[in-house]
């Protein structure tokens, strides 16, 4: 059986490789093929929401398939834009929505906000790296967690960043072993623990990352044995039955944050 970090790190290791065989999936190409076509020609927000395929297809691409039904709520995000700290999208703790926000940005550019790269082929890259991520789910969600926080590590900045995402905060929690009691502690709390036992800047180094990463999924292969691992069961008990001595010094001698 392939270890959650030997599963990680084939895909991570040559990730425009692991993108391109993505893009080649005749679903994913097909999508992509009619989102480049089609979204030059949208020129308001209600043109966008209008055609569904284009309207799921962004959403999937930043992560946010599963609001697609929230369509005033989207609406909301996409009229404000990210100019002000007063916009809509700026007050929310996910920053996925913002991210949209800044992709189609009819706020600030109107008619021509889809004649913009990041509208066009950042979105479809977006896309192709969900469908990665996703797809890696399937077999095993920690190389799916591990795949996303590697994405999303450089631009963490606190720990409440940390905790204000569902999924940073199962790999920081899993990584850092916190117990049933600190993980039901105030946030600020929390956000202050991650702070004092990780050193956030380090994750603008990949290598740091890595490092991490590898303890994360040695974590995350405890609290989920692989004879019993259920890809939906994210938040099981941590449990260290069936686990080598090897294996747990191979954990303890991981570092944290290059602490």
Do not use: C
């Amino acid at each position: 059986m392939i270890t959650t970090y030997a599963s990680y790190a084939m895909i991570s290791r040559d990730m425009s490789k692991s993108l391109e065989r993505v893009a080649e999936k005749p679903e994913v190409a097909r999508e992509s093929e009619y989102y480049l076509s089609k979204i030059g020609s949208i020129k308001t927000i209600d043109d966008f929401m209008a055609d569904t395929r284009i309207y799921n297809y962004a959403l999937k691409a930043h992560g946010l398939e599963d609001m697609a039904y929230a369509k005033a709520f989207i609406r909301k995000v996409l009229t404000e834009g990210t100019d002000n700290k007063a916009d809509f999208a700026n007050q929310l703790s996910d920053s996925r929505y913002s991210q949209l926000a800044e992709s189609l940005n009819f706020a600030a550019f109107g008619t021509t906000a889809t004649s913009f790269d990041r509208a066009q082929k950042g979105v479809v890259d977006k896309f192709q790296r969900q469908t990665l991520e996703e797809d890696a789910g399937v077999d095993n969600m920690g190389v799916r967690l591990a795949l996303y926080f590697e994405r999303t590590a450089p631009t963490i900045k606190s720990g409440m960043e940390v905790l204000a995402d569902d999924a940073l905060s199962e790999v920081m929690r899993t990584a850092l072993g916190m117990s049933a009691e600190m993980i039901g502690a105030d946030l600020d709390r929390q956000a202050q623990y991650i702070e004092d036992t990780v050193k956030i800047a380090d994750f603008q180094d990949p290598a740091k990352v890595n490092k991490f990463l590898e303890r994360f999924t040695a974590m995350w292969e405890i609290s989920n044995p692989t004879d019993s691992y259920d890809p939906l069961a994210v938040f099981n008990s941590p449990s260290s039955s069936g686990i080598s001595p090897d294996l747990l010094i191979s954990i303890n001698n991981l570092k944290l944050g290059g602490k």
